[in-house]
């Protein structure tokens, strides 16, 4: 069974920085895409990055403050996010996406203090 698990996430105030990182219990380099995403309270979930044949989009609301890492090696996704802001509170979530299906990690808490 494939497991994407979250970790990273935390309080930080704002203009302060975190690192998501998503274990992945199965190989990537066959992947077709791998992401984050977040959900906010009352909001729906929405694209934060999403890495796909080499090339990287970005939410505009994140773009210039987040950066997705990939290790192969060591099957584990990142989420660099900078210059944090109270409106990035959500829940973030890992994505891989593979033939065999889509998949979602368990959802990480990051909360934005002003």
């Known amino acids: 069974q494939v497991q994407l698990v979250e970790s990273g996430g935390g309080l930080v105030q704002a203009g302060g920085s975190l690192r998501l990182s998503c274990l992945i219990s199965?190989?990537?380099?066959?992947?077709?895409?791998v992401g984050w995403y977040r959900q906010a309270p009352g909001k729906q979930r929405e694209l934060v990055a999403l890495?796909?044949?080499?090339?990287?989009n970005y939410a505009e609301s994140v773009e210039g403050r987040c950066t997705i890492g990939i290790n192969y090696g060591k099957r584990t996704m990142y989420l660099q996010m900078n210059s944090l802001k109270a409106e990035d509170t959500a829940v973030y979530y890992c994505?891989?996406?593979?033939?065999?299906?889509?998949?979602w990690g368990q959802g990480t808490q990051v909360t934005v203090s002003s």
């Open positions: 890495s796909t044949g080499g090339i990287t």
């Open positions: 199965r190989s990537i380099l066959s992947s077709n895409a």
């Open positions: 994505y891989v996406n593979w033939n065999l299906g889509n998949y």
